[in-house]
């Protein structure tokens, strides 16, 4: 059960200054009906989100905060609170009886009070039907009722939805500030590195990092890489032999791709000399990129980094991990073979 | 929190609270039965955040033998609590709630003990004032809701239409629901809330549930409203439900005041008849009867096809027919809910056009009750 002293003091680091700007907000009664937190995972949407709802119906609020051990604030803590709707995913996607309860909600009074608060994790698994049906009670609210939309990512989000929402930008959590977070945890320095572009959360770090699986994908994937960057038809058969056995499930399989666009990403910087050596993912082979670069032009890199990055989108459709990857090998070779 | 009842008496009291709680809902503790002790009566609540049931049983009540030994408050879960009571050896049984929320039942020889959970996490029944309150006989609102209800619209898209809209003005009550295809409508006179003014819209399915408790002993049903819940106090019994928010359509534009055609007839006997008409339009593909109004032999021709399977014609004598002639078409199925709330009774259905909505009302009595049909366009 987390107290609201707790939910504050991890907002306090992770999203001090959005946590002032809604302290302020609420103070002055100006909140909006709806609004679209966007960010990575870890940033603190969820969390912030709860304070709000904390924030709104809490019994003895003082200096703008919570008391956190009311029994408003433990009911919304533990997610029994009438008044607080919560829709998360099941699986890939937002289903449609979901929607449906979402809807049904939108349009009944309130349980206890007179106010309502409907909080939509990871809403841009919403499929398209689904999230045009919501889009009518977004925009014109019975009531008094304010929607939290949370999302990780922007891009796939309606812009019919974003149009009608105040989007709330979560900046990712200073990158050295986290990295200290992971080694304080008793993360290895180079993982630690490596962790900010997958993750924010120190818990879900531990989880990648169990069994020592991190490390083994990232020296499989450093593998193909080098194959893949050399043309070699071994990298096609890497997929299956090394890569497919790593990638047990969804969210090993969103990771290793996250992995491969982060590599392309340091080439990337590398190439343009953008940022300083450590803001690298793969700091280790630092030295193997540097040389890389040397090799590859401005127009390769940028064509491959395109490909890298769609790879995520193939895998959001439902296409097999190993039939992902392998397309992917097969479209980064002519792009390399060619130099 | 203890105390000991007679079993017969509390399960008659658990099955109305049960029918407030759901298996399926969001919030675990809504699976769960709220039992309140005080020195002089137990409370049980039970509640599917929509619908909310509260009865309290007295210790007055010599029937029930309640004996309070200790007061509090405690919520079990409502599947198992209630098997358990239902199959306990004993006229008499004791709950008592142990250290923590530990619940033990215990009836003769057999003791059980479950596992309850905070009390304090219990969604909390809205506080209504008794200032706004309409009295009305148990058999009369339930008539006004089997009445409204059947043209409750089931689609999601326009929620707001899933509600009955009840308006108090003026001494005079009025129950209005549609679905955009057809609407119903009913009015009752309440001289002595004269004061009180309500504007609401309560939804269809706590209706029917709320029906369904009005048992044929007939109580009278207190009404009580709040900014966000209606209260219906049926003696011992509270029900509670959520209202549904919006600005409902204005209805009252939809009547039509003339009538070209008018006819009198029978409710059942027309009834049967859309009955047998409707057996061969189900199977076409779009559902509608044909209804020929003849001033010249005082005929009601009604007509049903399917093209696949065949045709029928009924010719009908309606006791009164005045107007002109009139060819129209409309599903049998809102024809059929229409006349079935009627009863036994003669009914008159007014025309305008072939493609204006006709209405349906009771020959006697006729403001107060009034069902209204769009037709369908056949050409």
């Excluded at chain 1, 009670?137 to 149009?163: D, Y």
């Excluded at chain 2, 009908?316 to 409309?330: H, R, V």
Aim: hydrophobic share 40%; glycine share 4%; proline share 5%.
């Amino acid at each position: 059960m987390a107290t609201t002293d707790a939910l504050a003091a991890t907002l306090a680091t992770k999203q001090p200054r959005l946590l002032a700007a809604f302290q302020h907000i609420i103070a002055q009664n100006h909140l909006a009906h709806a609004y679209l937190f966007t960010g990575m995972d870890g940033a603190g949407q969820p969390e912030l989100a709860r304070w709000i709802a904390q924030r709104l119906f809490c019994l003895h609020v003082v200096d703008g905060q919570p008391d956190g051990t009311c029994e408003e604030c433990v009911r919304i803590a533990n997610g029994s609170h009438p008044d607080i709707v919560t829709v998360a995913p099941t699986g890939q996607s937002i289903h449609v009886d979901q929607v449906r309860y979402l809807k049904a909600e939108f349009s009944k009074s309130a349980v206890e009070g007179n106010r309502k608060i409907f909080i939509i994790e990871d809403a841009e698994k919403m499929t398209a039907s689904a999230a045009n049906g919501l889009l009518k009670f977004i925009e014109e609210p019975s009531g008094n009722v304010t929607a939290f939309l949370l999302t990780a990512n922007k891009q796939l989000m309606l812009p019919t939805i974003i149009s009608r929402t105040q989007v709330i930008d979560f900046p990712p959590l200073n990158t050295a500030a986290l990295r200290k977070n992971f080694e304080a945890a008793g993360i290895t320095p180079p993982m630690a590195q490596l962790l900010p572009s997958l993750t924010n959360s120190v818990t879900e770090a531990q989880q990648l990092l169990a069994a020592d699986w991190l490390p083994q994908a990232v020296a499989a994937l450093w593998r193909w890489f080098e194959q893949v960057v050399n043309g070699e038809p071994r990298s096609f058969v890497a997929v299956q032999v090394h890569l497919v056995g790593l990638a047990k499930d969804a969210q090993q399989q969103t990771v290793m791709l996250d992995l491969i666009a982060a590599l392309f990403q340091d080439l990337l910087q590398l190439h343009f000399q953008v940022e300083s050596a450590t803001a690298l993912t793969f700091v280790q082979y630092q030295q193997a990129l540097t040389t890389l670069t040397q090799q590859l032009s401005a127009r390769q890199l940028v064509d491959a980094t395109e490909l890298a990055l769609t790879a995520k989108q193939q895998l959001g459709r439902n296409i097999s991990f190993q039939n992902v990857l392998e397309g992917l090998t097969l479209a980064l070779w002519p792009i390399f073979t060619n130099a | 929190m203890k105390f000991t009842i007679n079993r017969s008496a509390f399960i008659k009291e658990l099955n109305n609270v049960q029918r407030a709680i759901s298996s399926k809902t969001t919030i675990p503790i809504l699976t769960g039965l709220k039992l309140d002790v005080a020195s002089d009566a137990i409370t049980l609540t039970g509640s599917d955040a929509d619908i909310s049931i509260e009865t309290t049983i007295p210790a007055v009540d010599d029937n029930n033998t309640l004996v309070v030994e200790a007061e509090g408050s405690i919520v079990l879960p409502a599947r198992f609590f209630s098997e358990i009571v239902k199959k306990l050896p004993e006229d008499t049984m004791t709950v008592n709630v142990e250290d923590g929320f530990q619940t033990q039942i215990t009836s003769g020889a057999a003791s059980f003990t479950i596992n309850g959970l905070d009390p304090e996490n219990y969604p909390h029944l809205p506080e209504i004032d008794t200032t706004n309150t309409v009295t009305l006989a148990g058999d009369v609102f339930k008539e006004l809701i089997g009445q409204t209800v059947i043209a409750v619209s089931t689609q999601e898209s326009r929620p707001i239409l899933t509600g009955v809209h009840f308006i108090l003005k003026d001494g005079e009550f009025l129950a209005v629901a549609t679905d955009s295809h057809r609407l119903s409508q009913r009015k009752i006179k309440l001289p002595e809330a004269n004061n009180a003014d309500y504007d609401v819209i309560i939804p269809g399915k706590s209706l029917t549930e709320l029906s369904r408790m009005i048992g044929d002993n007939n109580p009278d049903v207190q009404m009580r409203l709040s900014e966000n819940q209606v209260l219906f106090v049926l003696g011992n019994t509270s029900f509670y439900s959520r209202l549904l928010e919006g600005n409902y359509p204005d209805t009252s534009r939809l009547i039509p005041k003339e009538s070209s055609t008018t006819v009198e007839i029978e409710a059942p006997a027309l009834s049967a008849a859309i009955e047998r008409a409707s057996l061969l339009s189900h199977e076409s593909r779009n559902n509608v009867v044909r209804f020929s109004v003849n001033p010249s032999d005082k005929t009601v021709t009604i007509f049903g096809n399917s093209p696949d399977v065949g045709e029928v014609t009924e010719q009908l004598q309606p006791a009164e027919l005045t107007g002109d002639e009139l060819e129209i078409s409309f599903n049998p199925d809102y024809m059929k809910e229409a006349l079935r709330s009627f009863g036994q009774a003669m009914i008159r259905i007014s025309f305008t056009m072939a493609l204006r909505p006709f209405t349906l009302v009771p020959t006697e009595d006729g403001e107060n009750f009034i069902q209204l049909i769009t037709p369908v366009r056949t050409f």
